[in-house]
Structure formats: structure tokens, C-alpha cells
């Protein structure tokens, strides 16, 4: 199984709500990622979970709240989130966070968010 | 400034034809790894090759190959007997040995259009 499976596909939700993206994969990777990409913008990397302990938090809004409940599975928590926060939003792991350089990452096909 | 430059932004070949998607990037780390994506208009981010800066052959992947010059810092793609399939979104990536280990810089993207 090399696949990351990201669900829902798709999602909209409004403002006030409360929801969550997961994400899992049984590779036995174990650093997992959350990507945001906007249309036609290359992925912005938002959380890196290493040996399930988060590794990289790359400033973002507390309104988006990373959970990684054991190496398989990693979740998205969201809440109060704004229109501009509507995009892809991506999930991808590998062996490891660190070296060997040559650990190429696994995408899930992403969940694509719209906020109203 | 700038990691990763990719200067095509939309890039045109018929198919079976031979394409060559550019790649500049930008680093005074000795050790980094490049990478090149393929993203579909599904949205999962599919990885198609990876150079290191120490491998002294160019990378090959059936169809794809990087054309590495270190000392010009590019990493091109190139994709031979283009097919319809090929049409999509491509990224190049560089992750470097120092710093925050997991963590890569993705450039803007170009997108393929393969015309029968």
C-alpha cells in the first residue's frame, strides 16, 4: 500500500464552524505533513510531524489546529476559519523528516476547502 | 530571495515530442536534494524524480530525466515521447541538509499542455 488517503475530498464549511481533514497512510512513514495550496501557487508548507511529535509549525493561525494521534494517522482540526482560508489543502508523509535527503514525500490528493 | 525559480510558467509541446521544463535554485548548503512533481488537475502532488547534489550521474526515471548542472545551479526536467497524460501542473522542490529537516521549498510551477 503506498497510497495516503486524505478525506473528505471535499469540504465546505462556514465560518463558525467546527471541522476536521484526516489524513492516513500505512507505509510506515513516519513524519506526515499539512500543505496548503492556493490555485495555480506551488504548496505552502503549514505543520511537520516527526515520530509523531510535531517538528514544524510554520506560523501558522491558531484556527487550524494539527493532531497526530499515532505514525498512521494525522488530522486537521478547523475552526473559525475565513473565506481566504479556502484551498487544497494537502497531506504527505515519508520515512523521515530528516536525512537521507533522497526520502521523496507521498501526497495524498488533497482536500479541497471552501469557507463561507 | 528566491530558493527555487522556475521561469515557464505555461509551457506548450505536441505529443511524442521531447519537452524540457526549467529549474534554477539557490543555496550555499553543500548538501541538498532536488526534487520534481507532477500535479494533475486531481491535486495529488506525484513525484516523478530526485537528483542529490553529491550524485555525479543525472538522474533517470524511465520517460523523465534531470539534466543537473551543479555549477549553474539548474535542475531541468526533461520528458521524452510526451503523451496527453503528461499535461499537468509540474514543481520543482529542493530540501536542504541543514536547517529544518523535512521541510522543502517548492518553485512556482510550470504548466504542461501536451496538443495531439
Known amino acids: ?116 | 530571495a528566491q530558493k527555487i525559480t522556475q521561469t515557464q510558467p505555461g509551457m506548450f509541446v505536441q505529443e511524442k515530442e521531447a519537452v524540457t521544463l526549467d529549474c534554477t535554485y539557490d543555496t550555499s548548503d553543500p548538501s541538498y536534494g532536488l526534487f520534481w512533481y507532477k500535479q494533475p488537475s486531481s491535486g495529488e502532488m506525484i513525484f516523478l524524480i530526485y537528483q542529490g547534489s553529491y550524485d555525479q550521474q543525472n538522474a533517470t526515471e524511465g520517460r523523465y530525466s534531470l539534466n543537473f548542472q551543479k555549477a549553474r545551479k539548474s535542475a531541468n526536467l526533461v520528458i521524452s515521447a510526451s503523451q496527453l497524460g503528461d499535461s499537468a501542473m509540474y514543481f520543482c522542490a529542493m530540501r536542504e541538509a541543514r536547517g529544518n529537516a523535512g521541510k522543502s521549498t517548492f518553485g512556482d510551477g510550470t504548466t504542461l499542455t501536451v496538443k495531439p
Open chain 1, 1 to 116: 500500500d503506498t497510497e495516503v488517503t486524505q478525506t473528505p475530498k471535499h469540504l465546505v464549511m462556514g465560518m463558525t464552524n467546527k471541522k476536521s481533514l484526516k489524513c492516513e497512510q500505512h507505509m510506515g512513514h513516519r513524519a506526515m505533513y499539512w500543505y496548503k495550496q492556493k490555485a495555480k501557487k506551488p504548496p505552502e508548507l503549514m505543520f511537520v510531524y516527526s515520530y509523531e511529535k510535531l517538528s514544524i509549525n510554520e506560523s501558522v493561525p491558531s484556527r487550524f489546529s494539527p493532531e497526530c494521534p499515532n505514525s498512521s494517522l494525522l488530522n486537521l482540526h478547523l475552526h473559525a476559519l475565513q473565506p481566504e482560508d479556502s484551498a487544497l489543502y494537502l497531506c504527505a508523509s515519508s520515512p523521515s523528516g530528516g536525512l537521507p535527503m533522497n526520502t521523496e514525500a507521498f501526497f495524498g490528493q488533497g482536500t479541497r476547502l471552501t469557507v463561507v
